[in-house]
């Protein structure tokens, strides 16, 4: 089995037990495109939705002609209105993620990967529009694009120390799933956030973290490398720099809410150590966004 | 060698090396630990951030000083220190070690071996030839064994102390069979001053140089004890007389069970200056009969030790009459004479014959008693076999009674004629007659007989072959006075004549004590003279060897009379118990008028202590300190660089928890069980190994206790699971065994403890769960493992559950005792074959005890046996007829509790009638 064959499979199996995932389509005059969302109203769509009586107006190829037979008023046959949503998601691939603090967690980008993929699922199966940031293709519905992503993630690519999003394509009023650490530069991500906001782009800041990077639990005389080993920083009394790790570590989350506020986005950290379950219902329910 | 504070060094220019230690200190302090490498995403946020000191770089001190410990103590190790540096004794030729090997060696004897073997090393050194002679044993051709030295060192442990001195004739004799040139002598003295070691010492100094080695401390002996005023008087005396000393007297013997042990303690004080202290004992006499001998506490040596012998003793002598005394006729009393020639030496005691054989006396007198009962004569005849001594007397009711006339009583000597005879009354014509002279074969042979001894009334022995040898003492007219017969090891002896005066004026005469003591009825004198102990044999039975330590006396050869008279052991005759005809004498180390005399070495002689200052070699210990620290060190290092946090704490944790645990859990659990067992009523049941049938037993007992809590007044706490090897069984008043064909068979422990348990009162209920497809005995696996399981238990027989058995009425009436399965084969306890049935009574009149065990198969647990919430676990039969039968099953697990419990209380019930119509009266 493939590698793909493989993260797609346990990705399929996580994806398994939730029901199809609906995401909220806020009221989008323009979103034309053809879903498989009903709207609970008439509107552009396959489904047969109501026959109401023909109005002055009503073009004739409007009326259905069968149902006006039956009696003596003209009847329009209008059809559900169905929407489908558009969903980027983006996964950090840069080295910063390829760390587990222990052997017996995944890595940061292990999880980034599979939940990711888990999430694709879910909205594949529920009929959105799903497009990899890295394939730098529009968003498709189909099984063949579930391929694709699974493909795409599993690439092992060269990557710098600390990722940054760089999308070309982004559908206005689409949804946008960002997952990464969030550990590099925050300006990229805020000009990424910026540009989303202008084109109506809603989404997720979705940040995973190793158990260790919250903890800090050195002592001693340390060199810290940073994965790729680009960065270094050295000390003599490790555990003395904790408090103010922390604090940085804080102030960075902080940054990130006040950033996805700002433009009405949603922001989590998830731990490599939690459960992968939890993690995708939470990104599951921000996406759908129920009320 | 070069020596510092008493260190010497082997090698003390290394010590130079010290001097590069604060070099060592700057080089160390200005390099710091090594840094991990880490990788770690996180350094992002890291970036600019500066510690807080700069100190930090260096080594902290405390690393640093215990690196420079460590150095160091690496190099001082192998700069060769030793300790007490021994400077080399000079001397060169033969060598010849002389050691006294006495009892008063014994005391300190491995010192003295180490100092042998210390001289030993440095003739080693020297290169001399050595021999080592004892002087209590010497080589039996005189000569002197010169060896290379080394050879010795094996054969020193061959040495030890004798319990004796050296033997005066033997030793005048020795140096002139010596054929030496000239020799230094070493010779490790006792420190008591015996006859000839002068004239040894000035033998010797005429080959060489002597030296003496000799323990500075005082000699302690004990002499015999003795009996004066009743109590046991204990004198010890020593050497020395400087210095106030008090020592503790320890007397053992064999307790009542056969086992050795301490009988009593006392203090001995010697006051300073005095060389004699004595302590007076006043033991109960059956405890002082007990002691075999005294020691000094603390002392081990044969002079601290002193046996007793039958000089000690005072026996037991046991009073029977067969008149009931008649009031105010003391002089009358059949053993009023012999009360009066036995107190001062006896310790008399009276009672009935059955309280009289329990004490075990040494004799026991009857006085004009002729019957004895049945029932006692067995015990009687087995207290003679094992050696003891019935004095009989005749008198008016043994000569009217019939025993031993037609044919000899077991318990009389002789038979005897009818009616007996008196002799010079005023109806009769002959004179009293006087006693004849002892034969020699007679015990009494010697004595004295007073002229004014009459016999006027005798009972008459029967001739017989055997009367001749039997008689040990006639009247002048040759009919028998005194007639005695072995019995085993005892003796059977009848005096033809009243224990008091209305026979015979023989009891009012001194003779009549002094046969009393020939007969060893009372105490002889403590020490025999030699012409008491001419021409005679003993046979040594224990003897103590030069530590002071009891040895059986296994082969030994017998010692003439003359030898054991002179009271001085030697090497044929060690100090020891020595056993005659019928009596035994001690042979001790000290007698009663040996002087501890501390010896007195002429000036010219040096005198040395014993010590031994060893020599010690540091060097090891240096090197494995300096190791120590070194590992401290890389524990510390790695502290430091914080590279022990996760692996070190947890393994060392582990390591902790490890070698703590185990003692922990298994003192909690032996306690903890005895607490549970104990704090209230607890069942339990035999934990067989199979989990399942485990868990139904337990939760069956759990059921029934909370029957029991329900419906009686037995409140029982929850079941314990029992593992009957390593668990005590004495807490539980019941044992429910279900049986499995897998579980093991318990050890002989185990069943040992089993039995005890079942001999103690408990009560174990066999379930072998298979009554639904067969019957009690060897028809099923489980019969078959039951009875294998139950072969080593100490079973009574047994019989099925009688219809009127105590268990079927102890709390519910009952006949039917169902468990699971509904099977009638209940075994208990069979009852005594002569149980009746009374006209008019329910029940067999059985009071007997708790049946020791129930033994069944009706799966009594599963039926009991409920889940915690006290819901039923195993459905039993089938609809209302199956609850029925659960509760007779409940009904049943009360009334065995009740009887196991409470007895067979239910079983007095018959009496009650009885007991009413008593009352009514």
């Known amino acids: 089995m493939t590698a793909h064959g493989a993260l797609r499979q346990r990705a399929e199996a996580l994806a398994g037990p939730l029901p199809d995932l609906l995401a909220e389509a806020e009221h989008l005059a323009q979103a034309v495109m053809l879903g498989a969302h009903g709207r609970r109203r008439a509107g552009m769509g396959d489904e047969f939705w109501q026959y109401r009586p023909a109005r002055a107006g009503d073009p004739v190829r409007a009326i259905d002609w069968r149902r006006s037979a039956k009696s003596d008023a003209h009847f329009v046959r209008e059809k559900e209105w169905q929407a489908a949503q558009a969903v980027l998601v983006w996964v950090d691939e840069a080295q910063s993620m390829n760390f587990a603090s222990d052997k017996n967690l995944p890595t940061k980008a292990d999880r980034a990967r599979l939940l990711a993929m888990a999430i694709s699922v879910l909205l594949i199966r529920g009929g959105e529009r799903v497009a990899l940031v890295s394939l730098g293709t529009p968003p498709r519905s189909s099984q063949l694009q579930l391929l694709r992503i699974a493909q795409a993630l599993s690439d092992e690519t060269e990557a710098a120390d600390y990722g940054a999003p760089v999308i070309r394509i982004m559908p206005p009023h689409s949804r946008a799933v960002f997952v990464s650490d969030f550990l590099g530069d925050l300006a990229a991500f805020e000009e990424q956030l910026t540009r989303a906001a202008d084109r109506g782009v809603k989404g997720v800041l979705y940040q995973v973290l190793d158990p260790q990077e919250e903890a800090f639990p050195f002592d001693g005389r340390t060199i810290f490398q940073s994965v790729g080993g680009t960065l270094e920083h050295e000390t003599l009394k490790a555990g003395d720099l904790r408090a103010r790790y922390l604090e940085r570590l804080a102030e960075r989350k902080a940054r990130l809410q006040d950033l996805a506020r ?24 921000a996406i759908e966004r129920r009320r | 060698m070069f020596t510092l504070f008493g260190i010497g060094f082997a090698a003390p220019w290394l010590l130079l090396a010290l001097a590069a230690l604060p070099i060592l200190w700057i080089l160390l302090r200005a390099v710091p630990p090594a840094p991990i490498r880490r990788r770690f995403p996180g350094v992002a946020l890291l970036l600019g951030l500066e510690d807080d000191e700069t100190q930090t770089d260096k080594t902290p001190w405390w690393l640093l000083l215990l690196r420079m410990l ?96 050296p033997d005066q004739e033997a030793l005048a004799a020795w140096p002139e069979q010596w054929n030496a040139d000239g020799f230094d002598v070493f010779w490790l003295s006792d420190g008591l001053d015996w006859t000839g070691r002068e004239d040894l010492l000035a033998a010797l100094e005429g080959y060489g140089e002597v030296t003496v080695f000799e323990n500075p401390r005082a000699l302690v002996g004990l002499r015999p004890a003795e009996f004066e005023d009743g109590d046991v008087v204990v004198r010890a005396t020593r050497s020395r007389t400087a210095g106030a000393t008090e020592m503790q007297l320890v007397a053992r013997g064999l307790d009542p069970n056969g086992v050795e042990r301490q009988l009593t303690a006392a203090d001995l004080v010697f006051a300073e200056g005095e060389a004699e202290a004595s302590v007076a004992l006043n033991l109960p006499p059956e405890l002082r009969n007990r002691i075999t001998r005294f020691e000094l506490a603390g002392i081990r040596s044969a002079g601290a030790v002193t046996m007793t012998d039958d000089a000690l003793r005072r026996r ?157 003492a006639s009247l002048a007219d040759g009919t028998p006075l005194v007639t005695r017969k072995r019995v085993g090891q005892g003796q059977v002896v009848l005096f033809h004549v009243t224990a008091n005066a209305e026979w015979s004026t023989l009891p009012l005469s001194g003779l009549f004590v002094q046969m009393l003591e020939r007969l060893a009825v009372s105490t002889r004198p403590a020490q025999p003279t030699a012409e008491d102990l001419e021409g005679t044999v ?9 530590f002071g330590v009891v040895r059986d006396a296994g082969a030994l050869p017998g010692v003439a009379g003359e030898d054991l008279a002179t009271g001085r052991p030697n090497a044929a005759m060690p100090p020891g118990l020595y056993t005659g005809e019928d009596r035994r004498i001690a042979v001790n180390v000290i007698g009663a008028e040996t002087e501890l005399v501390a010896t007195a070495w002429p000036a010219s002689i040096p005198v040395e202590g014993l010590a031994v200052l060893r020599e010690t070699a540091l060097k090891g210990w240096l090197l494995a300190a300096a190791l120590a620290l070194l590992a401290v060190d890389v524990l510390a290092s790695l502290w430091l660089g914080g590279r022990l946090r996760r692996v070190g704490s947890s393994a060392l944790g582990g390591v902790l928890a490890l070698a703590l645990l185990p003692t922990l859990s298994e003192a909690q659990s032996a306690d903890d069980l005895a607490l549970l067992a104990t704090a209230e009523v607890v069942l339990a049941h035999v934990i067989t190994g199979d989990q399942r049938v485990d868990d139904v037993a337990f939760a069956g007992l759990r059921g029934l206790s909370d029957t029991l809590w329900q419906r009686t007044s037995i409140e029982p706490a929850n079941p314990l699971s029992v593992n009957l090897e390593t668990d005590e069984l004495a807490f539980f008043p019941f044992l429910y065994w279900p049986v499995t064909t897998e579980q093991p068979v318990p050890s002989d422990l ?144 009360v009334n065995l509790m009740m009887h196991v419990l409470t007895g067979n209380y239910k079983s007095d019930q018959v009496h009650v009638p009885a007991l009413l119509d008593r009352l009514g009266n």
Not at chain 2, 91 to 108: E, H, I, S
Not at chain 2, 113 to 123: P, S
Not at chain 2, 365 to 370: E, N, Q, T
Request: glycine share 10%.
């Open chain 1, 262 to 285: 700002a433009v009405d986005w949603q922001y989590t950290c998830h731990h490599t150590g939690g459960s992968a379950q939890s993690a995708l219902l939470w990104l599951y329910g």
């Open chain 2, 750 to 893: 185990a069943y040992a403890k089993l039995n005890r348990y079942l001999r103690g009162g408990g009560m174990i209920l066999f379930d072998t769960r298979d009554a639904d497809i067969a019957r009690f005995g060897q028809a099923s696996p489980n019969g078959r493992k039951l009875q294998q399981l139950a072969r080593p238990l100490d079973i009574p027989a047994l019989e099925p559950l009688p219809e009127d058995h105590v268990l079927t009425r102890t709390f519910y009436l009952l006949q039917d005792f169902p468990g699971r399965h509904n099977s009638r084969d209940v075994w208990v306890e069979a009852a005594p074959p002569d149980a009746e049935l009374v006209e008019g009574m329910p029940f067999r009149n059985l009071n007997d005890n708790v049946t020791p065990v129930v033994i069944g198969g009706n799966d009594w647990a599963a039926a009991w046996a409920t889940d915690e919430t006290g819901r039923v676990m195993f459905p039993v039969g089938r609809g209302f007829a199956g609850e029925r039968q659960r509760e007779l099953a409940n009904r049943f697990g």
């Open chain 2, 538 to 546: 003993w046979v040594p039975d224990a003897v103590l060897d030069g």
């Open chain 2, 70 to 165: 460590a150095v160091a103590a690496m190099i001082i190790g192998f700069a060769g220190p030793v300790l007490n540096p021994q400077d080399q004794r000079a001397g060169d030729g033969d060598l010849l070690v002389l050691m006294d090997g006495t009892w008063a060696d014994a005391r300190d004897w491995t010192r003295r071996v180490e100092r042998v073997d210390a001289l030993l090393d440095e003739a080693i050194r020297n290169g001399r030839r050595v021999a080592i002679v004892q002087l209590t044993d010497l080589p039996p051709d005189g000569e002197l064994p010169f060896q290379a030295a080394d050879a010795w060192g094996n054969r020193l442990a061959s040495f030890a102390p004798r319990p004796f001195l």
């Open chain 2, 316 to 472: 037991e002598v046991a009073l029977v009459s067969g008149r009931d005394d008649r009031e105010g006729l003391e002089l009358l009393s059949p053993t009023h004479y012999l009360e009066q020639a036995l107190e001062p030496t006896a310790d008399l005691i009276g009672g009935d014959m059955q309280d009289i054989l329990l004490a075990n006396p040494d004799v026991i007198v009857l006085a004009d008693v002729a019957k004895v009962s049945e029932a006692e004569v067995e015990p009687l005849l087995e207290w003679l076999d094992a050696g003891g001594m019935l004095l009989r007397f005749a008198g008016a009711k043994l000569a009217a009674s019939d025993v031993s006339r037609a044919e000899e009583d077991p318990l009389m000597p002789v038979r005897l004629r009818a009616g007996g005879r008196t002799i010079g009354g005023a109806m009769s014509w002959g004179e009293p007659k006087a006693l004849r002279g002892f034969s020699e074969t007679s015990p009494f042979y010697g004595l004295a007989i007073p002229e004014d001894v009459r016999v006027t009334s005798q009972v008459m022995a029967q001739p017989d072959p055997t009367l001749a040898e039997r008689v040990i």
